[in-house]
């Protein structure tokens, strides 16, 4: 719990940042999951000074970062040979850049990693999971923003948006109960149960009020 108020005390400095302006410096991010939602950039008080469509070969969309919840999973950008990720290329600031690393818990909290690549003279990043886990599934929400994001841009071939649009999609339902960290095989039953009970607990306030709850946020204009 301790690391998740430290991941909100430093957010807020992040925003604090923000709040004196973009700076000089631009990125190039790719977008695939639910980030290309309009609705979703808005709420992040993130606005692209460009938005292109991209596609980068040689790595393919996965939903396997596992969520709070039993079956379902998030997107992550995956090495995979001759397959190609849709997505879209926002230009943004460097300090939006390091707000969104805090929306993608990466700083502190280490469930992503941001990956730089090179493709055609551009250098972008997107995000990585670093808890890749298989048979995880969308929920149905998140799988919309998506598919809401990908016909609101154009250059996404109707093949691939009918492909997303298809995905089977899974519903939250309970915590998963190692949601912080893994459990050792060999823990005595009782210790299991109750950190795992801790845990469930943590992941709850986590994602209902330390994650939600910002007072610096509110105060970034979407529009300058």
């Known amino acids: ?60 969309l996965r939903f396997d970062h596992p969520s709070a919840w039993v079956g379902c999973g ?16 926002y230009t943004i600031s460097g300090r939006d850049a390091e707000r969104m690393d805090f929306y993608e818990a990466v700083p502190v909290i280490n469930r992503y990693r941001r990956t730089w690549v090179e493709q055609d003279g551009e250098r972008v990043f997107f995000y990585q999971t670093n808890r890749s886990t298989p048979d995880l599934k969308p929920t ?8 809401e994001g990908l016909r609101s841009h154009p250059g996404v071939s109707e093949e691939y948006f009918a492909a997303i649009a298809a995905t089977e999609t899974a519903e939250p339902g309970k915590y998963v109960a190692s949601y912080l960290w893994p459990q050792p095989p060999g823990r005595a039953p009782w210790l299991r149960a109750v950190i795992n009970v801790y845990q469930r607990g943590a992941a709850f306030l986590f994602l209902n009020l330390i994650y939600r709850l910002s007072l610096t946020a509110p105060l970034i204009r979407y529009r300058d």
């Open 140 to 147: 149905s929400q998140y799988l919309g923003y998506i598919v």
């Open 1 to 60: 719990m301790l690391r998740y108020i430290i991941w909100r005390l430093l957010f807020e400095a992040c925003n604090i940042k923000r709040l004196f302006g973009h700076g000089s410096t631009r990125v190039h991010y790719l977008a695939f999951g639910a980030n290309l939602s309009d609705a979703i950039m808005a709420e992040r008080r993130i606005r692209p000074f460009a938005a292109q469509y991209f596609s980068l070969r040689d790595y393919a």
């Open 74 to 89: 998030y997107a992550s950008a995956e090495p995979a040979p001759g397959e190609t990720l849709h997505g879209i290329l």
